[in-house]
């Protein structure tokens, strides 16, 4: 069998927390920013757990995180 090949661009994007969840950075803070609330973007900062509808996808194409 071959090595599986990691998507690159995913493997930035995502990490594994200790108990294997996938962790991810949130959408909506790169521009238009003055028009949304301190405490919308104080939120935006915070990392998120990735929902269980797409750590399956995400598994497949993250093989070795």
């Known amino acids: 069998m071959p ?4 998507n690159r661009s995913a493997a930035k994007r995502f990490k594994l927390t200790g108990t294997g969840k996938l962790k991810r950075n949130k959408a909506y803070k790169r521009h238009n ?11 935006l900062r915070k990392a998120a757990i990735t929902d269980a509808a797409n750590v ?3 598994k497949k194409i993250l093989p070795y995180l």
């Open 3 to 6: 090595k599986m090949k990691t």
């Open 33 to 43: 920013l003055a028009q949304k609330s301190a405490k919308q973007k104080r939120n």
């Open 56 to 58: 399956k996808t995400m």
